[in-house]
Structure formats: C-alpha cells, structure tokens
C-alpha cells in the first residue's frame, strides 16, 4: 500500500530534482524546466507519471549554468514614459482642484520594465552528456519518491488494520448484543400476550395465530443478523484489498461508504441503549477509516 502523499530531492553537478505529490481523484503530473530543456519534457514526464496512479505529482528541475545574474540597468525608454503619464496625470488633477500625492522613486522603480536584468542569450540546449546525467537523476527521483509514498503508505496500513479489526470487534460486540435484545424482546412480548388471552378467558375472536405472525413481524424489523453479515463480509473485502499490492485508495473509499450504510441500518433497527452505542462507535470508526483511505494511492 502507497500514500498519495510524499517528498523527495535528488541534486548532481549542477542540477536538482524536487519532487512532492498531494491527494488526488486521479494523477495529475505538474512539471517545470529551466530554459533550454523544453525538449526533454515528455521524456521527463513519462519518467515521473510511470510509477504512481493517482496523486498530484509536482515535479522541478533546476540547473546552475554556471553563469552569475546580470546587472540591473534602467530602461530608459520606459523610465520617459512613466515620467511622462505620471506628470501628464498630476497636471490633470492640479487642474480638477486636487493634490496629487508625491511620487517616490522607489515606486516608478518597482513599475515592471523599468528595472531591467542584463542577461545572456537565451539558454542553449544542454549537452548529450548533460541530459544523460539529468535523465538519470529524474528516474532517481522518481524511485525516492515512490519510496517515501510507500513507507507513509505503511504507516496506512497499518492504521486502516487497526480500524478494520475494531470495525469487526464492534460487529461482534453488536451480534452478541442483537441476540440477547431478541430474546428479551420476545420474551417481554410473549408475557404480555399471554397476559391479554388470560383476561380474554374464552373470547374467541383473538386469533392466535395473527398474534404469532405479529411476533415474527416484530423479530424480523429488530433482527440486526443480516446488517452484521454484511460487516463481516466487508471486514474481509478490506482485508484483501490492503494485502493486494495494488492502488487501492478508490476502492476502500467506496468500501468505507459500504460500512457506513450497513452502520446507519444498524442504528435505525437498534431500538436499545447498548446497541446504539455499539452502532455510533461503528460510524465513528467507520469515519476515521474513510479519512485514512483518502490518502491511499
């Protein structure tokens, strides 16, 4: 089992991977280049979509080119035209009966093309042996990462077990408890019945037959059987699931949906303080796993 969630950096001779992914619906690969390596995109992105399956995967490469930033120098151009519009606009206002507020020099020099960087030529493509060494580190990336999703994915596991062992405890508990609220129920029911054909004496117009369908009408509505079977039968879908080695995260969060509704069924039938407890103790487990499996690859 894998998490959707994880971290790794790889640096070389130059250059350095980051890589991070967050919960996804589905994978969506998020990858930025420095100038110059436009044309190794699509061999990059098949190496970072590769092994996962879902996950928001953030992918940068950056590189030293060895090279230090240009100076800063004043367009002048753009510097005229600024001063132009900003005098053009304080006449204006003079004019309307207003006082334009003093312009600053640090604010006509933050106004973009004012400033500029003296800079090379555009990048040039890297070389063959570049692009090896990079494409290397990419798949070593890749591997980290994966890595790191698998050891948070361990740490699921292992809670999702925990959860899941509680879940079938609680259906335990719930069957246990089922039986004895049957018997007490039928029992309660059974003595009051009798109780009205005693004082009916020799009225025949109590059909005692109608009487025993009523009572298997009643078992039936607060019979939790079926509701525990299927909690069982889930218990041992999750199971299987977490052992498979498979992306599994869609599948335990529609099982977990699976759970809750069996669960809800369970309160509505429960009618006695024990069994509503176990069955709130159910949905609040329940809740705590459809958390956990949201991050679940």
Do not use: Y
């Not at 890589?19 to 098949?46: I, M, Q, T």
């Not at 230090?68 to 510097?79: F, H, I, K, M």
């Amino acid at each position: 089992m894998r998490s959707m969630t994880g971290f790794a950096s790889i640096e070389g001779d130059g250059w350095r991977w980051e890589a991070r992914s967050v919960n996804s619906r589905g994978l969506e690969l998020r990858l930025r280049l420095p100038p110059g390596w436009e044309r190794h995109e699509r061999e990059f992105r098949a190496i970072f979509a590769q092994p996962f399956a879902r996950g928001t995967v953030s992918v940068s490469l950056s590189c030293d080119n060895g090279r230090e930033q240009g100076a800063l120098s004043v367009n002048r151009a753009v510097l005229d035209q600024v001063i132009s519009a900003a005098s053009l606009t304080q006449g204006r206002l003079r004019k309307a009966g207003l006082t334009p507020a003093p312009i600053c020099v640090e604010g006509i020099l933050a106004l973009r093309g004012v400033l500029e960087t003296e800079s090379d030529p555009a990048s040039p493509a890297p070389s063959m042996q570049k692009a090896q060494e990079v494409g290397a580190g990419a798949q070593a990336a890749a591997g980290a990462l994966a890595a790191a999703r698998a050891a948070e994915g361990a740490k699921l596991a292992e809670i999702l077990s925990g959860q899941v062992d509680e879940i079938e405890r609680l259906a335990g508990l719930a069957l246990d408890r089922g039986k004895e609220r049957s018997a007490e129920a039928s029992a309660k029911l059974r003595e009051r019945i009798d109780a009205i054909l005693a004082a009916a004496g020799t009225d025949h117009s109590i059909d005692q037959n109608r009487i025993a369908q009523e009572l298997a009408v009643l078992v039936v509505k607060q019979d939790v059987q079926e509701e525990i079977d299927r909690l069982h039968a889930h218990v041992t879908t999750a199971r299987s699931l977490m052992a498979s080695g498979e992306p599994v995260g869609r599948k335990l969060d529609f099982l977990t949906q699976e759970f809750n509704r069996e669960a809800n069924t369970l309160c509505s039938k429960a009618q006695d303080p024990v069994l509503s407890e176990i069955g709130i103790a159910l949905k609040v487990v329940i809740d705590q796993m459809r958390e956990q499996a949201a991050n679940v690859e």
